[in-house]
């Protein structure tokens, strides 16, 4: 009789077989456990080593060659079609061009952009394409510096050596109801690899990572009639935070603190990080590869005729930090520069006006001065030259003095730029006044800097 045979014939190590099978859907130990918070707070983050393995080696950064000469003549003179980059120089401009080719199409080198007998002609769709990500990279790293702090990224954070990322999302195709006994799906129960093989909605992209549907689920009373999230927004919310946990490779621990999903105030910083994040693939997703859904051939396209999006996983590719955190994109003077404004016609206008304006105000003042009225000036110049955009206008005081008096003052402050834009021909619908939204601005003491109005763009 053979070894397996003879267990099987005893009852108890039948049950006991039965059991390795059941448990084969959850993880193999050892598993490492890493504290992430107080002791006994619970914040403890699991890692499975043999997944670690495996995601090593798809974050390490390619060698990077040393920086060219900087002096010398410009791109945008010795060559005939340089839109973005000319203003490096001819060494800097051919070391990125090296570098991009590494990142992009190792194999196929310069021919996978260029027209060879014509290095300037644009018939390829590739070099279109890639003189807009240039401008989306320069962007992220000029204008996202909320999510990308210094480290950045370059194109090969999303590419890795690779034309088309590892990761990315299409819209799916909907459910084709005529031919379906089960009846609506609604758009979950399939067990999708992306949200864990859970039964959860299957698509939390669209409605989060290009659009801006609201993420909030949890009630902020006791009682239960004032929440007014469905379940099925819950289950949304779930699904995206499965897409986030696994494309970090992290626990819901690494941004929340479980005693409540909702609090900001008790999180770990990573997750006001992944707040901006999110905001930051919306932005991209609508304004640099929406774009250039016309730009890229048929087979390019998803199902539905949609352009190939970016989602968490497209950057971080299974690491807390993509590339582990390496500072790659500082060797590239080309991809840290704020995007220029578009020249060429072709081009949809990169969206990188300023978000956020802070004015100053002289003590007791309401009236602003010099250099402030030529920010002012120019807050108009932003909004008048993107007319989707709207303000949100909000009045700080000092601390010295009279509080009642001081909230009159930065009311009036906050009026007082209102009705500039209204008389430089802003329509009124786009401009709101708002609170201040952080209170402790205004008890510092007589101090400049308290005195002021923010405006943040949208
Ligand atoms: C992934 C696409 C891509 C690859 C690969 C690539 N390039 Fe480019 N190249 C571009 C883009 C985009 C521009 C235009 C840049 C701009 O407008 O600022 C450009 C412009 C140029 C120009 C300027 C041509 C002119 O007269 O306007 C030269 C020269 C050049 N590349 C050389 C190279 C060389 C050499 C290689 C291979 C080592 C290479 N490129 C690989 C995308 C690419
Ligand atoms: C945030 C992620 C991200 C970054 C950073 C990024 N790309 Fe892309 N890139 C994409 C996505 C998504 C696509 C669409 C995939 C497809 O081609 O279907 C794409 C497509 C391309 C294509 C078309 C390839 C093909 O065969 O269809 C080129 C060329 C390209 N990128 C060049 C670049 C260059 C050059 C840089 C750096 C200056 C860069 N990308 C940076 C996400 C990124
Ligand atoms: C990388 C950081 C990150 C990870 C990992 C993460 N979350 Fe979140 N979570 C967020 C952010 C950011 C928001 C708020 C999103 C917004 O408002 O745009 C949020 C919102 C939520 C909400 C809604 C809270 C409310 O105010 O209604 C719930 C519930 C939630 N997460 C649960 C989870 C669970 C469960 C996991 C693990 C499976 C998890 N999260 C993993 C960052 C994260
Ligand atoms: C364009 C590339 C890109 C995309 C897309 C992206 N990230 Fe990041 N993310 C980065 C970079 C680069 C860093 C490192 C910044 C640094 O060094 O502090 C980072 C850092 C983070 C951190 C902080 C990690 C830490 O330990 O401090 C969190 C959390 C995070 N990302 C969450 C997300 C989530 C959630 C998404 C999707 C909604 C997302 N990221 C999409 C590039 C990206």
Redesign the pocket.
Known sequence: MSMITRLVSSPLALLALAGTFLLAGCERPPVESIQHGYRGTGMVLVYNPRTLERQVPLNQPPASTPPAPTEGPKAKDAFQNVKVLGDLSVAEFTRHMNA?SQ??APKEGCAY?HNLQNLADDSKY?KV??RR??Q??QH?NADWKTHVAGTG???Y???RGQ???QE?WFTPVPQDLKANFIGDRAGQNIAAVNIGLTSLPEDPYTPFLKEDKPIRVTGSVHLPNDNPSSIKQAEYTYALMFHMTQSLGVNCTFCHNTHSFQTWDSAPTQRVTAWHGIRMVRD?NNAY?EGLTPT?PKN?LGPQGD????FCA??HQGAYKPVYGAQMAKDYAG?MLAAPASKGAALPAPTDEPRHSVLYFGVGNATLEGAQAKGLAQLIATMSAAPKTTAIIAGYHSASGELAANQELAKQRAFSVRDALLAAGIAEKRVTLEKPAKAEANLSGEDPAARRVEVSLK
């Open positions: 991009i990142w992009i952009c590739t394409v890639a990500m240039i989306m990279t992220i990224v370059t194109c954070t999303c590419h034309p088309v990322p990315v991209l590869l890229f390019r352009v190939a999006k970016v497209t950057c991809l």
